[in-house]
């Protein structure tokens, strides 16, 4: 053993009886002389000799090569690679060694010298291996995991066998919408010249479309790193299947592959909907993006899809410099510039909705026809971030907060309700933390919050979310519990959800306070209305009922939904006059 490195019991020793240079030794990950437990039943223990490099460890199916040295409690030295100067390699899990080799392999690191200490239970049991082995023997292993070939079942059954050749940079792989860039050749087993090789510079397709070249190649591309190396086998089902390939390739061959991921350029939904999607071109190593209010200057191409003219283009002489979020430019730039990082470049597809809709546009090289997508090759070249509320001091933070909620009542009035919604919640966000606001600051915010939770309420209801409009209407309630503004739509809020006492209670409440209110005097009405049909629908479902199990007619089923028709009626016509009884009032 390297002289360099000290065992657990020597670090014990050195400690003192404190042990307090003991328990920081074993505090590292992978301190030599640390002990770990491999087994729940301490049938598998390692004790790290030498620390391995990164953090990845080798799993079921790799192949991996190791040095060793086996002896038994004793010292006494049964078997050893070393003395034959030939690693021994092996496919872990799979049962080719004991067990106590596949746990205990399964948890070192590349380069890493430990010492496996295995009961009998995970080595040779009871019967032993004569003659060097006796039965219920303990062993020893000092073990060197040089390095292993990663092996997977990459498609989970069977179809593709990966192999990696070479590792990867980074930790990144590429996502389903990701237009990858591979260089391969496609060889039958069993024969030596490829039938198929690309260019050097490799073949770019989309991981989530049609299968390129055949299915294999999709499926391996999407487990690996850049510029990772890997060789497959591949089963006919992701090859070319009982069909073949012409005269290149017979039905159900096995192929081998050697692929190399090259590259890939991210694709990535810039709106929920997929209405505007952003595929980066060029990537930077920063990380910082624009937010709401940023100061950015890019440069661009933009034309008309799918084979329309250029129609605008700023360059590096005359670039374009405009704020997020203020509406300078079209609604699909404005959002995919704020996914950009600086020296990005990205082409980014938008659609109508977001562009210039049915109206189309003049712009300054060409028209944009009305319906029309357009396609951005655009560089962000660099931005001013805006402050976050919380960079902001106390002034900053109402100032940003009041011009957020005149953005909502703008969006409001122009219809765009969802907008508005947003504009309302970044108003409150900024203002949300005031416990640095003086006394006028604080009425100050709690002004805003109340237009903002009023607004909120009425735009909910016009998207059609009661449960939300009614949250905000009560927000308002909560220290105004008079409100008339906040009552109606609370009350509109609980109409719409069939809660017809809640209702009742919100409009008699603002009937108290303005007892000529004509706005409450209309929703009373709607509510008897609506609660005169609900009932006249209950009456219906019981008289089917009753219909139902009366087989068509028992007396007895008869004389008991006449009994009930008349009150039911009663109680309808009360409904629509409006006479039912007022429900108990709170005093504002």
Known sequence: MDEHFKTATELMAEAGSDGE?????????????KVVKITEDGGVTKEIVKPGSGWEEPEKGDKVRVHYVGTLTDG????SSRDRDEPFEFTLGQGQVIKGWDLGVAKMKKGEVSKLTIIADYGYGE???????????????????????????????GGVIKTIVKEGSGWAKPQSQDEVCVRFSARVQG??????????????????????????????????????????????????????RGSEVPPNATLEIDMALLGWKKVEKVTMDGAVMKKTLVDTEEWKKPNEGSQVTVTYTARVLPDGPVFDQKSEEEPLQFTTDEGQVIEGLDLAVMKMK???RALVTIAPQYAWGEQGSQQPLASVPAGATVVYDITLKSFVKAKDSWE??????????????????????????????????????????????????????????????????????????????????????????????????????????????????DIRKGLFEDPNSTDFKLLLKKL?????????????????????????GSKAAKAAADEAAPAAGAEENAAANGDAAPAPMEQA
């Open 528 to 552: 008897k209305a609506a609660e005169a049909a609900a009932v006249k629908k209950e009456r219906g479902l019981f008289a089917g009922m009753m219909k139902g199990l009366s087989g068509g």
């Open 191 to 244: 024969t030596a010249e490829p039938f198929y090789t690309t260019a050097e510079q490799g073949e770019e397709f989309t991981l989530a479309g049609p299968a390129h070249f055949c299915r294999a190649i999709s499926t391996a591309a999407a487990t690996m790193k850049k510029e990772e190396e890997v060789k497959l086998v591949v089963k006919p089902e992701y090859g070319f299947g009982a069909e073949g």
């Open 392 to 505: 902001m001091d106390t002034a900053e933070k109402l100032a940003a907060a009041a011009t957020q909620k005149d953005k909502g009542n703008a969006a409001f009035k122009a219809g765009q309700y969802a907008k508005a919604v947003q504009r309302y919640d970044k108003a409150m966000q900024a203002i949300e933390y005031d416990e640095q606001f003086s006394a006028d600051e604080k009425k100050a915010a709690r002004d805003i919050k109340k237009s903002c939770n009023l607004n909120l309420a009425a735009a909910h209801l016009k998207l059609g979310n009661p449960a939300e409009a009614r949250k905000a209407a009560d927000k308002v309630l909560e220290r105004d519990g008079g409100n008339l503004k906040a009552l109606y739509r609370r009350a509109q809020a609980y109409l719409a959800t069939a809660d017809y006492l809640e209702a009742e209670q």
């Open 76 to 79: 006494t030295k049964f078997d």
């Open 21 to 33: 240079e003991f328990e920081e030794a074993m505090s590292e990950p992978d301190a030599p002389g």
């Open 127 to 157: 019967s032993g291996s004569p003659p060097k082995i006796p039965g219920g023997a303990t062993l020893v292993f000092e073990v060197e995991l040089i390095d292993w070939k990663s092996v997977k079942d990459i498609a989970g059954d």
């Open 342 to 344: 600086e020296g990005e």
